[in-house]
């Protein structure tokens, strides 16, 4: 059977139009600043996207399934901008799109307000928004237009109606949780406030397609936005629960209709010998794997900890013998798995465009298995082309963030960003004070004489951003950390745990530390592995 290509989260920016100013070459590029601070990268998208492409193009794949997250943050430009990108390669190479709706695709009933920064040439910024009530702020300028709304259901599954949401003359087979019938109106269901006293009419986008003889593509929609307590405006936004950290851990209560419609897909695909690839856009395991309770005991809930589904979501989605399931959402390259008496379930998480590591991956069924590789993005022409820009605005006002420009591909860039995440984000938001202040003063080679061994000299910054493209990039960060490296991290791990500190203090915390680290080493293969889906285990393959 021929192979599928699982693309997430490449969250397009279209960086030649603005919304209220035009079309021109760089006219949208997102402020550095901006950039540095999330956890994805903005204008970067642009060039990474149609790379990502043009490598499943020269690949000879045809069928691309994405995890959703296909838009920056769901603006109708934006939205438009990548649905035509996306036409372009099916009507060129003949590349065939299957989507699921992520978090920034649409919001809710009604939709809601974004605004976003943009550079000007001489490194101030322009504030631009479908919201007339918001602030200018430190913007130079401020323009309203509705172009940047992102939509609700209705009208963002209307713009992505060519990626399977809606039956085509060339899909083989079609159904949705409630029939045959594709119109959005037959596709709805009641939800409730957490009180019971608000209800809600949403629609569900999940679908199932037979693209090609014997292949079922199973698409859930995995957004659940949960009206909160008191009768409040349907359509603004503050009247939902944001779905970014709901996910599974709301699917069992809110939509349980879905998992039983995904259990009778999984009894009839075995019966029929379909070959079945369910995806959603959040995970339906905990990526965090065997380091989850350690790294709560390290920082508490972190925001990868906090959606993390729990044991009882893993079981409710495993006893509906879909066996795999392919994820994006957290922007990570790792693979879990989740097994009890009768029940199992292995959940690959796919990385993104816009966050280290850049790559996809490759499913193929093979008899009674699935394998799956994973494609690094390589080489990617003008990943630079907002530099000059960037350039402006730190000659402007200065920026902590300047080493992001002396990047020399798109993976640099985003392994340099990694460390701007640490520095800025994650150590000041996540790790305990004291820790937080250690890092940038403690060395590993001090941290071995702790423990009675010799080690280089490193600063222990560069191990937390080696930890952290770990936690990301499982595999795929390996080449970036030398031999030396790893060897100290799995000596220290090792030394740390030879000993028992006393509770609470800062040689317990760093033997904690690094048994997530040594773990992170060690963890189940996401590079390139073979899935056995009658048995739910997976084993390292070689290419």
Known sequence: MEPIAVVADPHYHDIDYRPGGGRGPGVAFRTLADTAESTRVFNESFAAFPALLDDIVARGIRIVVLLGDLTDDGQASTMRAAVALLDRYRARHGLRFFATPGNHDLYAIHGR???????????????????????QGAAGARIVDPDMYCGGYSSALTAMAELGFFRRPDHLHWECPFGSDDALDARTFEIRSADGGTVRRMIDASYLVEPVPGLWLLSIDANVFEPKDGDGDPAAEASYIDSTDAGWNA?????????????????RACRLEKRLLPFSHYPA???????????????????????????????????TAIGVHFSGHL???????????????????????????????????????????????GEVSDHDRAFAAYGAEIARAGSAHASLVEASSLGDFLS???????????????????????????????????????????????????????RKGGELALPLISLARLGAYRSLAAAFAAHDWPEGSTKAWLAGWFRVLRTCLEGNPSLDFRIDLAAGTIARSDR
Not at 288 to 303: C, I, S
Request: charged share 25%; with cysteine; proline share 7%.
């Open 416 to 470: 340099r960003h990694v460390a701007e995440l640490v520095a800025h984000r994650y150590l000041p938001r996540e790790w305990p004070a004291e820790m937080a202040r250690l890092v940038p003063t403690f060395d590993l080679a001090e941290a071995g004489r702790m423990v009675g061994i010799v080690t280089e000299p490193l600063p222990f910054l560069a191990a937390v951003e080696d930890w952290y493209r770990l």
């Open 331 to 377: 922007h990570v390259n790792a693979t879990t798995c989740w097994r009890d008496d009768d029940a199992h379930l292995v959940n690959v998480g796919v990385p993104s465009t816009v966050a280290f590591p850049p790559g996809y991956k490759i499913a193929a069924f093979e008899r009674g298995d699935l394998t799956v590789q994973t494609v690094a993005l």
């Open 285 to 319: 395991l905990d990526t965090l794997g065997e380091t989850h309770a350690d790294e709560v005991a390290l920082f508490g809930l972190t925001g990868l900890a906090r959606r993390a589904p729990g044991p009882a979501i893993a079981r409710a989605v495993a006893r």
């Open 251 to 267: 699917m069992v209560r809110h939509k349980p209709f879905v998992l039983d419609w995904m259990a009778e897909v999984a009894r």
């Open 113 to 135: 307000h974004q605004g976003k920064r943009f550079l000007e040439a001489d490194g101030s910024h322009t504030f631009v928004t479908s919201d007339p009530a918001a602030a």
